[in-house]
């Protein structure tokens, strides 16, 4: 079994910045990637926002490149999203995801809502 729990969300004005963390514990194998993922209002698909391998890989999402940046702490199986120059648009539920060689799991997300 494997638990992730976000935290770091909140209310910020435009420009503002965030960090988001996700740390996973539990039976942890093989760890792919630690990607970050967000479902805006009234959107039904998830958009990846952010995903780091275990090789340290990064890749971003168009809308986000040069001002997200993601990281991880191996040894403490946490994955960071450090959130800078924000904008409306990037008000979302934030999930973390793990990926494995065999299964993903998800966290519960957390919220993000960047004011005008």
């Known amino acids: 079994q494997v638990q992730l729990v976000e935290s770091g969300g909140g209310l910020v004005q435009a420009g503002g910045s965030l960090r988001l963390s996700c740390a996973a514990s539990g039976s942890i194998s093989s760890i792919s990637a630690m990607i970050w993922y967000r479902q805006a209002p009234g959107k039904l698909r998830r958009e990846l926002v952010a995903r780091i391998s275990h090789g340290g890989s990064t890749n971003y999402a168009d809308s986000v490149k040069g001002r997200f940046t993601i990281s991880r702490d191996n040894a403490k199986n946490t994955v960071y999203l450090e959130m800078n120059s924000l904008k409306p648009e990037d008000t979302a539920v934030y999930y973390c995801?793990?990926?494995?060689?065999?299964?993903?799991?998800w966290g519960r997300g957390t919220q993000v809502t960047v004011s005008s």
């Open positions: 995801n793990l990926e494995t060689s065999r299964y993903s799991y």
